[in-house]
């Protein structure tokens, strides 16, 4: 008996390792578990990281990530994928280079910086993730600060998401989810290259937020495994990336917790 193909949807993040398991990988695979997928990894780089700060970096050679990305793709297969945070240029490169080779849904998360501050993008690699890795992308998930930074415009509150969505169209990408999580305005704003769609948000304060831009990408890439149209899977993940900051762990670390995308609250309150 011949199988007809695997069950479960198949998810792989190329991105970093967060050691404080809020973002990243680790929130990556969360999202991925909790939305049903099975979840794989390319690990870019390891970052020494918990609630308040990113205190070291380490990049994984471009030969071992090509190495890891083949591994998957040559076995397992992938329905879906996402990037997080690539770090610099030559990362990006090797990315694009394979994923130029492959036709599969690809989630963009342009991490820039993280919100403790640190920058998790060098200089030199805006240009190259401009060029190389948003026209390869089915959808671009940029937030507020990231939108603005891509599109040559600085940072303002009530930044028009709309006119944000389209200049980083403009630059290439397909399609773009200016996320709500900033701003004066609570909504998530899809520009599919034709139709604008706002998603308005539930935001929930910032003492658990570790996290929720990555559970947010990882669940619109899971939803598109799942075979989710770009609008069902992006309105499925605003609320997911919501309830996660909802039911975050704010009594971890000194600094934001990290979201809690499976809603452990009953158990700890045991």
Partial sequence: MVASGPVVPRCLTVASSDSGGGAGIQGDLKAFA????????AIVALTAQN???????LEAPPEFIQAELEAVFDDIGVDAAKSGMLFSARIIETVADFFDQRTVPLVVDPVLVAASGAKLLQEDAVEVLVARLLPLATVVTPNLHEACALAGVPYADEANREELAEAIHALGAPAVVVTGGHGTEAVDWLFDGERHVPIVVE????????????????SLCALLARGESLEEASRGAAQIASEAVRAGLS????????????????????
């Fill in 34 to 41: 909790h939305l049903g997928c099975h979840g794989m990894s």
């Fill in 51 to 57: 609630t308040r700060e990113v205190t070291a970096v």
């Fill in 203 to 218: 935001r929930y304060g910032e003492e658990a937020t570790h996290g929720a831009g990555c559970t947010h990408s990882a």
């Fill in 251 to 270: 009594e971890l670390g000194s600094g934001s917790g990290p979201v809690d995308v499976f809603g452990l609250a009953p158990l700890r309150a045991r």
